[in-house]
């Protein structure tokens, strides 16, 4: 798994690319939570990710509560059915707002 | 340095002479200590009622109850104006466990039913504003003001959630009352909804540390938001997450639960469990699992009590009594097993060692504890091993909790005054004749109840006279002073003396450390021990399972691991009508097949 961060305009994207794992999870997490500061608007590019285990998901939780006490933003960009499958079976997909594209989900930042 | 000020305080102990010329009465203490006390045109006294009596008022009986053997509370103000060295002590009020020498109101047949009920309804009311409206543990809320208001937070802990479920479905088991179940029925399905990760990868369960409500959005919160534990998944949370659906399993069967539960076990199994060394870890890497992940920081690889004790009271017990499964018979046993093998410390001090490092070495550095004892946790440990000799009498077991039950007393109790103490250093230094209270020395409720519980089973159990007194005692303290009798359930704290401690968290009567379950679990129990073991007395029993529930159409009715031909089913009534298939000895009734829920009731006595 390789994870790129960069600006996209007036937001950060976190580009992951490869397979969210218990062996990779971890170092996501790290990524993640060193830009999910108060504020922050992220895009979270999931694009080039084929398979997300349960650790991702734990990991997608963490994140969504910590934007959501430091008051931030996040978008998950370009999910695989079967991630989504996986995020609404285990209830969490309606935590997050989705987009197809980066320009789709820096919409639906400036929306929420 | 000289105490030459007035100051107030309570003496509680048995009277052994009372001079009416004189007005004065003495008083020895649980260890024997005689005080003597001066009666004043001013001094009141009452008998302990129960929650919803009204107030007994005992001051001119005076006379007629100060008679020696009879167990009082009095509290009043030691003058320093009489010989020097001495002091005046001036009756202000006195509190009467019951109306003379033998009789202890706690001790009468439906003491803690009623009791159990009557919080129960508090907590009904309290969290769902019931009768009046539904039960909908939308409305639950961790946070209950001292007189049950909302505090106008949004948190809803998953394990205090739990907690509530449990009291519910003790209240349920004893009374009947269907509102109790359809309270603990609720919350185990808002349990499931709401605070369940089911992993399909693992095929296991884990519990959320809770959800944060607004309207009809929640966040879920997977990791604990506590300090000692934060950003971890500690093991007491998921082991209090089971505590409430079980105690709801052993009433109606629901499959559902036991495969949460036996999915959760699996949890522990696979990521808590030391298989090596023993034991279960304290903590767990919310992503990874895995409990020496360095992010665990203080809580790396670490073991306490919690973690390897608590399985047996918050569910494991009540999971072997509905499903007679082996394989928790053989957990239960191996949990004490090493609670006996590793919590003995006894040459460095009367208090367990209950933290731990991964291969067993003495924590005694961990935040708060440090080399602490808790004084409940000791208790507990007592009544647990008791308990389990039930199920598997082990000579250790017996000689730990006796050793436990024979030092508490020393060192953890208040001889002075009645009651339990809290967080103690667990050794004295040099020129200390006392153990150092930590932060002060009030008494909490569920460290009463685990002194009430601990003296019971085991004077039903050993039949030693002293156990029975210091049962005795315990009971008489909480009866006396922790119960709320102008807004309902019970207090938190009492500082010393017995007066209730009303600020802070403290006040509250819901918060991350109170939800109505130890009052309730201690008002179901007691009544168990006190009823079935003590005084022989027939008791009733509730159930109520889904068709085709339980394993076999089998309902296990023992109302706790009880000693072995000590109980029997005297008489079973489903939906009001007699019943008799069922096995007496074997605690068993044979479910009838229906397509609807049946009620039945089981009467119980001792053999």
């Known amino acids: ?95 997050f707002t989705t987009a197809e594209t980066l320009e789709a989900g820096l919409q639906a930042l400036n929306n929420g | 340095m000289k105490i030459d000020f007035t100051f107030s305080d309570t003496i509680a102990g048995y009277v052994t002479h009372f001079n009416r010329v004189e007005r004065s009465v003495k008083i020895s203490t ?17 008998i302990a009622q129960n929650l919803e009596e009204p ?70 009311k309290w969290q769902f504003n019931h009768p009046k409206d539904e039960i909908d543990f939308r409305n639950y809320r961790t946070f209950l003001h001292l007189a049950g208001g909302k505090k106008g937070d949004f948190l809803q802990e998953t394990d205090t959630v739990s907690r509530l479920v449990f009291g519910f479905a003790s209240a349920f088991l004893l009374t009947g009352e269907d509102a109790f179940l359809e309270g603990a029925e609720k919350g185990t399905q808002y349990l499931r909804d709401h605070m369940r990760f089911f992993d399909a990868e693992e095929q296991l369960i884990y519990w959320y540390h809770g959800v944060q409500v607004s309207g009809d959005q929640e966040q879920k919160l997977l990791t604990s938001e506590f300090g000692d534990d934060y950003d971890s998944i500690p093991a007491y949370e ?79 017990i009540n999971l072997y009594i509905a499903t007679h499964d082996p394989k928790y018979a053989d957990f239960l046993e191996d949990t004490f097993d090493t ?72 060192v953890g109790m208040d001889i002075q005054r009645g009651g339990w103490y809290d967080v103690v250093e ?73 007066l209730p401690y009303l600020l802070g968290n403290e006040r509250l009567k819901g918060s991350h450390s109170m939800s109505g379950y130890h009052s309730m679990e201690l008002c179901y129990l007691a009544a168990v021990y006190q009823n079935l073991l003590i005084s022989k007395r027939a008791m009733d029993f509730y159930f109520k399972p889904y068709p085709k529930s339980f394993k076999d ?22 939906d009001g009508k007699p019943y008799t298939d069922f096995d007496s000895a074997a605690l068993t009734v044979k479910l009838p097949e229906t397509e609807e829920r049946v009620k039945i009731k089981v009467r119980i006595v001792p053999v």
């Open chain 1, 1 to 95: 798994m390789d994870v790129q961060v960069k600006p996209f305009q007036d937001a950060t994207v976190v580009e992951v690319v490869g397979d969210v794992d218990g062996s990779t999870a971890p170092m996501l997490q790290e990524h993640i939570l060193a830009v999910a500061q108060p504020g922050c608007r992220l895009l979270i590019d999931m694009s080039g990710v084929g398979f997300m285990s349960s650790a991702g998901l734990r990991v997608m939780l963490i994140l969504h509560r910590t934007i959501s006490g430091g008051k931030g933003h996040v978008a998950l960009v370009g999910l695989s059915d079967d991630i989504k499958d996986t995020m609404s079976a285990t209830g969490f997909l309606k935590f």
């Open chain 2, 426 to 498: 667990r050794t004295v230094q040099p020129g200390q004749r006392f153990h150092r209270y930590v932060w002060h020395d009030r008494k909490a409720w569920w460290q009463q109840e685990q002194g009430i519980l601990a003296y019971l089973i085991m004077y039903g159990v050993y039949k030693d006279e002293e156990y029975k007194r210091l049962a005795r005692e315990s009971a008489a303290y909480y009866n006396s002073f922790f119960l709320d009798h102008d807004d309902g359930a019970v207090y938190f704290n009492t500082l010393a003396n017995g």
């Open chain 2, 553 to 574: 159409g089998i309902l296990h009715v023992e109302p706790d691991i009880l000693p072995p031909g000590s109980i029997c089913i005297e008489s079973v009534e489903i």
């Open chain 2, 55 to 124: 107030y007994a008022d005992a001051t001119g009986r005076l006379a007629e109850l100060l008679t020696p053997g009879q167990l009082v509370y009095a509290y009043g103000v030691f003058y320093p104006d009489a010989a020097e060295g001495d002091y005046t002590f001036e009756i202000k009020s006195m509190v009467f466990p019951g109306n003379g020498p033998s009789v202890y109101r706690h001790e009468e047949q439906d003491w803690w039913i009623k009791q159990i009920r009557s919080i129960g309804h508090s907590y009904l």
């Open chain 2, 30 to 46: 649980s260890d024997g200590r005689e005080f003597k006390g001066i009666l004043t045109p001013a001094t009141y006294a009452r």
């Open chain 2, 339 to 410: 609670i006996t093998e590793r919590f003995q410390d006894y040459d460095n001090s009367p208090f367990v060692q209950e933290k731990f490092y991964e291969d067993w070495s003495y924590d005694q550095t961990y935040l708060w504890q440090q080399n602490r004892g808790v004084v409940g946790h000791n208790l507990k440990i007592a009544w647990n091993l008791t308990r389990m000799q039930g199920l598997k009498w082990k000579d250790s077991y017996a000689e730990f909790s006796k050793k436990i039950a024979g030092l508490m007393p020393q």
């Open chain 2, 238 to 316: 998921q082991i209090y997450a089971l505590a409430g659906p079980i105690q709801t399993y052993r009433a109606n069967g629901d499959p559902r639960i036991l495969a949460d539960a036996e999915l959760t076990v699996k949890l522990f199994d696979r990521f808590y469990k030391d298989a090596e060394k023993g034991g279960y870890f304290s903590h767990i890497d919310p992503i990874t699992l895995d409990p020496r992940a360095e992010s665990l920081q203080h809580n790396r690889a670490k073991k306490n009590w919690n973690s390897v004790g608590d399985h047996a009271p918050a569910y494991l």
